[in-house]
């Protein structure tokens, strides 16, 4: 009896062993239907909004001294303390905005912004983008019928940070397919990538 009980033992042991490296399925789960599994071709249906999963990342300073923001463990803005960061040299500053820090999954903690407005008062700011962007909805001025199927999977937006004297701005940028050509004569022109404005305040 000992050795009948020994040998069940053993052979549940290994039983469990083997269902730990290959994986088991409960006996009464059913296999996936096939006719729903998607196959080389398949467009996926668009689904409105359009969410995102991760993000890409940037931060831009003006008007201040020793700005510094903390945002996804990478640290941007000036070196050192008594650093000006100047104006935007034109009204179209915002075009040249390009995001550096790419492939931030949703999200990590707020960002943590220390600066001097130009009149030399220091502040600090938590901004949560966490917060700011709680639906995960892309941000875009394009009309639905207008996005192409499957246009809107996978599509991963720039939030910008930008700190301009006293106020703290969010943007959000996205390449957003479209059926249309933006502009005639151009035959890449099928998108658009317009800069959102989410969320404002001023210190």
């Known amino acids: 009896m000992i050795q009948r009980n020994q040998r069940r033992r ?3 042991a290994a039983a469990v062993f083997l269902c730990m490296l290959t994986g ?20 996926v249906r668009n689904k409105f909004p359009l969410r995102f999963e991760d993000h890409s990342f940037e931060a831009y300073c003006y008007n201040t001294v020793g700005c510094r923001v903390s945002y996804g463990n990478v640290v941007f803005g000036v070196e050192h303390g008594d650093e000006r960061s100047p104006a935007p040299r034109d009204a179209g500053y915002r075009r040249n905005w390009n995001a550096t820090v790419v492939g931030l999954r949703n999200f990590p903690p ?9 009149d030399g008062s220091p502040h600090e700011a938590s901004v ?11 941000l875009h001025p394009v009309p639905e019928s207008e996005i192409p199927e499957g246009a809107g999977y996978g599509i991963s937006p720039d939030i910008f940070l930008e700190v301009n004297d006293r106020t703290i701005s969010v943007y959000m940028q996205a390449m957003i397919p479209t059926r249309q050509l933006q502009v005639p004569t151009n035959k890449e022109s099928n998108f658009r990538n317009d800069l ?3 969320w404002s305040r001023t210190y």
Do not use: H, N, Y
């Not at 949560?128 to 892309?138: H, L, M, P, S």
């Open 24 to 43: 088991c399925q409960p006996a009464m789960s059913k296999p996936s239907d096939p006719s729903t599994a998607l196959r080389p071709g398949d467009v």
């Open 196 to 198: 959102v404005l989410a």
């Open 128 to 138: 949560d983008i966490g917060a700011i962007f709680r639906d995960q909805e892309i």
């Open 10 to 12: 053993t052979m549940a």
């Open 110 to 118: 707020p960002a943590v912004v220390t600066w001097k407005s130009v």
